[in-house]
């Protein structure tokens, strides 16, 4: 993160801040490896607040100058015009992902606008705020396929599929994770958006000791497998998405869908399309989602995979 890589940072946000989006953006995605020197680098647009997230320690100087390129930022004409009034450096590669506002009182929770829905999130207290910003043509996706249909909602998280499945129309969602404070979050979430809760369940259990319950609630017309990479003590990506594929074909209804998802930069799209030809060969393979343009990346293999299978024939 050198002086020049800087330069492009601060040109590629006063542009973005010009015009800013209406609804909740990354504004740039150092990620994807297409700027030299920024690869370890995020920023997003959450409506007000402006969240920059580093995810690997730089060395002092490198923070200092990072620090004061971004008050400089505060100053101009670009920052003023677009209305935020906070900004946030959220330090990732920190075990706490410890979160310095350098514009702002501290903000722990805030509400943001994705696709006309609401989701709440939290800011400055937890490594993820509660909504993966990459995902949204995934929740477009499920939004527009979900009416009439029981959902599945696996390693829900805070059930931003599950709020874009009843805007939807799905008939019932049932929503599992571990985390019961993540359920909890995604009940905020569907209540933000005047959501039924009679439509929606919630299972906080670990799904490899709750396939019973899972399929006593089933058959599902659609089921979304999103998994972390890792989650220690419980789910290990490389070993355990093919459990789940293998049991797919007992819990999806005749002529289901299933949109199975992955976030691991190191292993492209065969990994899921090979572990549903040996899992769950019943299923073919209908088209990978493209990702938003926001999210660009040197190796379309390492960005978000998220895939469409139904099951029948062709």
Known sequence: MNADALSTLHAHLSTALQAPPAETRRLFHGRGRCWPGLEQLTVDWLQGVVLVSLFKEPSQEQLQALVASLHTLTQQAPWQASGAHHLALQHRYLPQSTTEWLLGEPLEQ??????????????????????????????????????????????????????????GGARHVVNLDMSRAALSRGRDNHRLNGHDLARVSFLGHDLFKSWGKVKHTGPYDLIIIDPPSFQKGSFLLTKDYARVIRRLPELLAEGGTVLACMNDPSLGADFIIDGVTQGAPGLRFVQRLDNPPEFPDIDPRSGLKALVFVAGAQ
Do not use: H, P
Not at 113 to 126: A, F, I, N, P, S
């Open 110 to 167: 805030w509400t943001l606008t994705e696709g006309g829905l609401r989701y709440l999130l939290d800011l400055g207290v937890k490594q993820n705020s509660g909504l993966f910003l990459d995902m949204r043509y995934g929740r477009d996706w499920v939004k527009a396929n979900a009416r009439d249909r029981r959902v599945l909602n696996l390693f829900a998280y805070t059930c931003g599929f599950s709020v874009a499945a009843i805007e």
